[in-house]
T-cell receptor
Framework: GQQLNQSPQSMFIQEGEDVSMNCTSSSIFNTWLWYKQDPGEGPVLLIA?????ELTSNGRLTAQFGITRKDSFLNISASIPSDVGIYFCAGNINSGNTPLVFGKGTRLSVIA | GAVVSQHPSRVICKSGTSVKIECRSL??????MFWYRQFPKQSLMLMATSNEGSKATYEQGVEKDKFLINHASLTLSTLTVTSAHPEDSSFYIC???????????FGEGSRLTVL
């Protein structure tokens, strides 16, 4: 099946630092989504991207849909302790009723 | 925003028993719901696509006779883990696609522990 390569696998950063993570795919995606998952809970949508080249912000979070439609990145600026969690990229290859394919996640730890 | 509720959130059962997990869309209708499984420190892996009024579509390697899916209404899909074994212990997460917008919403997950 389709796979998304997400990196880095984990990050340890100081509070206040900026963070960047990315996902790549061998296939073209129509949609890129970024989720955050806290322990014991379901994923929560952070940012959704629908057009190649699209750059979208949500507070301290910024994500971009790559021009080639095979990659996306998520940046978090001025990290705070509550940013701790696992971040997943996900995407749809086709439009319509297809399920999301998930990356393997980036585990973020913020040191106060 | 739209809410997807899963019940139970946690369940512990003995090996050999069956467990039913419900996924409800509380304020919207969904013809399609997706069931994922997540093992510790791993990503979400799609198990099956649940379609209202028809049979579910299972991913390769997922036993349809072991993981029974019923999507009897536009707001409810159920996943039944039959004859559960310890290796079925996992975090099960559903998502529902809103008919009107096509937007996808995730439930809070159900943690199954099989002793």
């Amino acid at each position: 099946g389709q796979q998304l390569n997400q990196s880095p696998q984990s990050m340890f950063i100081q509070e206040g630092e900026d963070v960047s993570m990315n996902c790549t795919s061998s296939s073209i995606f129509n949609t890129w989504l970024w989720y955050k998952q806290d322990p014991g809970e379901g994923p929560v949508l952070l940012i959704a991207l629908y057009k190649a080249g699209e750059l979208t912000s949500n507070g301290r979070l910024t994500a971009q849909f790559g021009i080639t439609r095979k990659d996306s990145f998520l940046n978090i600026s001025a990290s705070i302790p509550s940013d701790v969690g696992i971040y997943f990229c996900a995407g749809n290859i086709n439009s319509g009723n297809t399920p999301l394919v998930f990356g393997k996640g980036t585990r973020l730890s913020v040191i106060a | 925003g739209a809410v997807v509720s899963q019940h139970p959130s946690r369940v512990i059962c003995k090996s050999g028993t069956s467990v039913k997990i419900e996924c409800r869309s509380l304020d919207f209708q969904a013809t399609t719901m997706f069931w994922y499984r997540q093992f510790p420190k791993q990503s979400l892996m799609l198990m099956a696509t649940s379609n209202e009024g028809s049979k579910a579509t299972y991913e390769q390697g997922v036993e349809k006779d072991k993981f029974l899916i019923n999507h009897a209404s536009l707001t409810l899909s159920t996943l039944t883990v039959t004859s559960a074994h310890p290796e079925d212990s996992s975090f099960y997460i559903c998502s529902a696609r809103e008919i009107m917008s096509g937007e996808l919403f995730f439930g809070e997950g159900s943690r199954l522990t099989v002793l």
